[in-house]
């Protein structure tokens, strides 16, 4: 439907209380297709929609990653909750789109399950380990408030942040 644009940190946005999906009704589905159309658009692996700024409890997957098809739709997690997550991890760069060209080493489970309602209103899971595991957690974290600068101390925040204002600053925007 429509390209959106991506929330930047340290938009307070990024931070609200999610909501969840009552009914996969015309909204949640137009908010899909603006999610798919987003993530694309930003050659993301997968979005939250609180990165669009709708606090709606539901994060997309591209499917590849998640075990489907490459042609078939992005896989939506919606309402999702974690079912699985190991105690081996892995250490591994993140980026994320609110985060334009920042990439921060985090520690996450080297396997994961999530349990969620898909677009078409059925209930699934999905398990995954390594890049998967990493996604599903990394989305996870989004409709929980946790950023990829709650990863690092303070000092690596303040670069990250006066990084991202001068890249908003150079753009025309402002943070």
Known sequence: MAVRDVVVWPDPRLRQETQPVEAIDDRVRALYRDLCDT??????????????????????????????????????????????????????????????DVFIEVERPMRARIRAMGIDGQMFEVEGEGLLARCLLHEYDHLTGKLLVDFVGPLKRQMIKRKLQKASARAGGEL
């Open 39 to 100: 993530m694309y658009a930003e050659n993301g692996l997968g979005i939250a929609a609180i990165q669009i700024g709708d606090p709606t409890r539901m994060f997309l997957v591209e499917p590849k990653l998640a075990g489907r098809d490459e042609n078939d739709p992005p896989v939506a997690f919606i309402n999702p909750e974690i079912v699985f997550a190991s105690e081996e991890t892995q250490l591994s760069d993140e980026g994320c789109l609110s985060f334009p």
